[in-house]
């Protein structure tokens, strides 16, 4: 079981004022100019971190940017899901898991024999307010 940090509510409380999906870099900035003198903020390698494993246990959604940039935000649902991403204004919808996905993913597993597989599926596009 991956060990808590004892910067994941500062963390997650950065995170849970946004709903937003936001970087590394502006998480920690945020951490940065939001804490007290009296206590080091954690540094960029600590976020990077903690938001990699807090996603990797469920309780952060993540995407890539248009960019390439790996994005965070709080997990709104537990039931597996995907997201679908405006390249223009970065606007972001969950869409529900899609069956054939998962059916996909089954049958590459049992060709390849693998097993536990994992996957990720990413839309981007442009949305009716940007078209």
């Known amino acids: 079981m991956p060990r808590a940090s004892q910067y994941d509510d500062v963390v997650l409380r950065a995170l849970g004022r946004s709903t937003r999906f936001r970087s590394c870099q502006e998480i920690h900035l945020a951490l940065s100019?939001?804490?007290s003198r009296a206590r080091r903020p954690p540094s960029l390698?600590?976020?990077y971190?903690?938001?990699h494993r807090l996603a990797e246990e469920g309780v952060l959604d993540t995407l890539h940017s248009p960019g390439g940039e790996r994005l965070y935000r709080l997990c709104r649902t537990s039931s597996r899901h995907h997201h679908l991403l405006c390249r223009v204004c970065g606007r972001v919808e969950d869409v529900a898991q899609a069956g054939e996905l998962a059916a996909v993913a089954e049958?590459?597993?049992a060709d390849s024999g693998f097993s536990s597989l994992d996957y990720s599926f990413e839309l981007s596009g442009v949305c009716p307010g940007c078209a």
Do not use: I
Request: aromatic share 0%; proline share 0%; hydrophobic share 25%.
């Open 49 to 51: 971190r903690t938001l």
């Open 33 to 35: 100019g939001g804490r």
């Open 107 to 109: 049958r590459v597993g």
């Open 45 to 47: 390698s600590t976020v």
